[in-house]
């Protein structure tokens, strides 16, 4: 698949890259990417939520009446999860939510992603750039330039850029990454991909492992 390259104002440059079959026009594994996004997602918890069980809570143990002839339920405590302020029944403790995939399987949910970006025609190649300073200025202009300044965007720089970065944190939209961090959650979230030039090969080498 080739894909013309496009400069910081939008306009053509001319040249193309060409984006790999074995990539971006593979069959779609929906299951791969349900998978992946569960995990990273699942990853993403905290696992901190708490709540006190009777023998946790603060209160008297005296027995609250007698056990028999009152013509109610017995009751041992006032901790007792039947009574307001008790401790709650098997309630939620903190735990690990995380879990382990198989690289290929990982591999597989991103090739599906950035073929379902391609046959939606939401891929742009950018030409490398960068800013001589952080402003947010700079950024929206850039995405006014390609006309996705109403869009969620992913920018996949080659490598880490802290003046692209810090210029684009405070748009709630633009999110950048690279190449070698890209995850399924990111592409999928996003409507359109923006990818520099140098990145592509960088991607296509990392997902063809």
């Known amino acids: 698949m080739k894909v013309s390259v496009i400069n910081q104002s939008g306009e053509d440059t001319g040249r193309k890259v060409d984006l790999s079959k074995s990539i971006f026009e593979i069959e779609p594994n929906d299951h791969a990417i349900y998978l992946d996004v569960k995990q990273y997602l699942a990853n993403h918890r905290q696992g901190t939520h708490k709540s006190k069980e009777r023998g946790e809570i603060t209160g008297s143990t005296r027995k609250i009446k007698k056990q028999k002839g009152t013509g109610t339920a017995r009751a041992g405590s006032i901790k007792s999860p039947i009574f307001r302020g008790g401790g709650r ?21 991103r090739k599906s992603a950035l073929t379902y970006k391609a046959t939606e025609k939401c891929i742009s190649v950018v030409e490398d750039f960068n800013f001589d300073a952080p402003q947010t200025k700079q950024y929206i202009g850039f995405l006014n330039n390609l006309s996705l300044s109403d869009k969620k965007t992913l920018l996949v720089l080659n490598e880490s850029n802290s003046n692209v970065v810090l210029s684009s944190r405070n748009i709630q939209n633009a999110t950048v990454t690279t190449a070698d961090k890209i995850n399924t959650y990111e592409l999928l979230n996003a409507d359109n991909l923006l990818i520099s030039e140098s990145s592509v090969e960088t991607i296509q080498n990392l997902l063809t492992k």
């Not at 098997?90 to 949910?109: E, I, M, Q, V």
């Open 89 to 109: 029944v098997f309630g939620p403790r903190p735990r690990d939510y995380s879990f382990k995939l198989n690289k290929k399987l990982k591999s597989l949910a």
